[in-house]
């Protein structure tokens, strides 16, 4: 079982910075991939980023491409997000999402039903 606890959004202009932090409590979080998705009102659920459990590999959404950047800290059971040259349209709330894929040849994933534990979600919204 795992916990996952989103924090560091907010408000910002648009062209700014914010570094998510998704802090994971119980065992074994370097087993598990990590991936960032959002959800804007009105809008599903998409994909943000990706990174295997290794920290072998990244994946991100062509919308976030060169902007955002995922990373994470096994020893401090933490991942990151950090978001740069912000856009009105990255408006939604973030949420960091789980799965152990240590056994398994995929090390990363971009498909939210691949993952078995969610954080609450942290809102970020730009403003232009």
């Known amino acids: 079982q795992v916990q996952l606890v989103e924090s560091g959004g907010g408000l910002v202009q648009a062209g700014g910075s914010l570094r998510l932090s998704c802090v994971a409590s119980g065992r074994a979080f370097s087993n598990y991939c990590i991936g960032w998705f959002r959800q804007a009102p009105g809008k599903e659920r998409e994909f943000v980023a990706t990174?295997?459990?290794?920290?072998?590999?990244?994946y991100y959404a062509n919308s976030v491409k060169g902007r955002f950047t995922i990373s994470r800290d096994n020893a401090k059971n933490t991942a990151y997000l950090q978001m740069n040259n912000l856009k009105p349209e990255d408006t939604a709330v973030y949420y960091c999402?789980?799965?152990?894929?240590?056994?398994?040849?995929?090390?990363?994933?971009?498909?939210?039903?691949?993952?078995?534990?969610w954080g609450q979600g942290t809102q970020v919204t730009v403003s232009s």
């Open positions: 999402a789980a799965v152990d894929l240590k056994s398994s040849i995929v090390t990363m994933s971009e498909k939210a039903d691949e993952y078995d534990y």
């Open positions: 990174i295997a459990w290794n920290g072998g590999g990244t």
